[in-house]
């Protein structure tokens, strides 16, 4: 089965969105394994119905720069949900920092629908791109707050169980916030480079595990670490 085109027509002009050939289940559930993820067939769904329109947005606002269905099945979804396994999420409220496309934060809402997701983006189109996927795939218990995560106000929430940052970078300043923002028994998970995660141990305030290397990858970890408790 060859490739599936989708043309949308602007202003008289046609232009040739290619989507991609449908992933089959067995397909997605086959790669999501070797990141430790047990698939169901409505996991399975969401996926396809969020890839759709990933690569349909993508043209008009840049989400990401892979194409090909397949690796950004790995590259996003088995690298965010490679999160369930090393930071043991299951219930709670998580906060996904710098969200862009959504990674980790919708993922792993897909995977867990209980967990409650705020994801912070400061790009506008971005953040309609994220509501827009939250909506059409019937999301419950998702916010998009669009700013800086500093501008996160923890003293009108409750604090958060769960934070994550994937693709933000500045992670010494990410830290340094989530302090204040972490519950006392919450985790803090960072995908980065072994050197920055061998930088980010060193930084106080937090208790850090042995970083974990990403399946598939030959230099990318998840990095999780908890607060560190009175002396």
Known sequence: MGPTE???????DTTTVIIGTKLSDSKISEALSEY???????????????????????????LTSLTDPEKILRFHFGESLFALKAARLDS???????????FPGLAIKL?????????????????????EVARQL???GVCVIQGSYAGYS???????????SRALGRFEAVVSWAQHAIARNGRLMLWLSLEGARRVSRMPGFVWERPLLIPKTKGRFVLVGGLLGPS
């Not at 430790?36 to 840049?62: H, K, Q």
């Not at 400061?122 to 791109?129: A, G, H, I, L």
């Open 36 to 62: 430790g993820v047990i698939s169901t067939p409505s996991l399975c769904e969401a996926i396809r119905r969020y890839m759709d329109f990933l690569m349909r947005w993508n043209r008009r606002v840049g």
């Open 92 to 102: 709670g409220r998580l906060a996904d920092v710098g969200s862009g496309a959504g």
């Open 138 to 140: 019937g999301l419950a």
């Open 154 to 164: 923890t003293s009108e929430r409750p604090a958060l169980d769960f934070i994550a």
């Open 6 to 12: 989708i043309c949308e027509s602007r202003g008289g």
């Open 111 to 131: 995977a867990r629908p209980q967990i409650e997701v705020a994801l912070l983006e400061s790009n506008r189109k971005k953040c309609v791109f994220l509501k």
